[in-house]
């Protein structure tokens, strides 16, 4: 089965810091995500990578950038954390872009974080 | 524009009652994946079908079922004879040809509570 590892269940962090989400997959997936998750809104797109040092803007990256140094490791920075950004945080790879189309997500167990 | 529109925000049933998950879809692609994923408490999403374009056929998996109709941009999810474990909120997403590296669009997702 694929695993996808985040390195924190919960986070609390304060106003202005610099916050590291960690996610590891074990499957050797080319492509890795950054999800956010909020009540009524659903999972919305942060960044993703299809591949090492890759990275492309998903629906909302204002605020967040990311890091894809190891196939298998997809970070996610939140320069100088805010309020607004406390939520659940997922993280998700799959296969390449041959069959991407195709594959599912395979998701990690979140990270809530809170700032305050 | 992709969307995903789950309309219900809670479902609440009683056990071994049925429930229906609706999930309107809107894309100009003609080539297209539906997905569906579960996420219990513990927080991390479960796939549990896809679905491509151009295969309409219902499709059953013990007490899931999934009822896809291009005609009216749907594809809804039907659970028989709930159980307790089936607690957890359910999303729609989907993924469009045209949608680069494979990322999905994802639904407000559905909270269904099932009390004994």
């Known amino acids: 089965d694929v695993k996808v590892t985040q390195s924190s269940r919960y986070l609390v962090k304060r106003t202005g810091e610099k916050v590291f989400l960690e996610c590891v997959q074990d499957?050797?997936?080319?492509?890795m995500f950054w999800y956010r998750q909020d009540p009524g809104l659903g999972l919305r797109l942060i960044y993703f990578?299809?591949?090492?040092?890759?990275?492309e803007k998903g629906d909302i990256p204002e605020g967040y950038s990311v890091s894809r140094e190891k196939k298998e490791r997809f970070s996610l920075i939140l320069e100088s954390a805010s309020t607004n950004q406390t939520s659940m945080y997922l993280c998700?790879?799959?296969?390449?872009?041959?069959?991407?189309?195709?594959?599912?997500?395979?998701f990690g167990n979140g990270t809530r974080l809170t700032v305050t | 524009a992709q969307k995903v529109t789950q309309a219900q925000t809670e479902i609440s049933v009683v056990e071994k009652e049925d429930v229906t998950l609706d999930c309107v879809y809107e894309?100009?692609?003609?080539?297209?994946?539906l997905f569906w994923y579960k996420q219990p408490p513990s927080g991390e999403l479960v796939f549990l079908i896809r679905?491509?374009?151009?295969?309409?056929q219902n499709e059953i998996s013990g007490r899931y079922s999934w009822n896809f109709q291009k005609s009216t941009s749907s594809f809804n999810f039907t659970i028989t004879a709930s159980q307790v474990v089936d607690s957890a909120v359910y999303f729609c997403?989907?993924?469009?040809?045209?949608?680069?590296?494979?990322?999905?669009?994802f639904g407000a997702g559905t909270q269904v509570v099932v009390t004994p």
């Open positions: 990578s299809y591949d090492v040092k890759m990275k």
């Open positions: 679905r491509n374009s151009f295969d309409e």
């Open positions: 894309t100009r692609d003609t080539t297209y994946y």
């Open positions: 997403a989907l993924r469009s040809n045209t949608d680069s590296w494979g990322k999905l669009q």
């Open positions: 998700a790879s799959s296969k390449g872009q041959d069959s991407s189309y195709n594959s599912p997500l395979h």
């Open positions: 499957m050797d997936h080319e492509n």
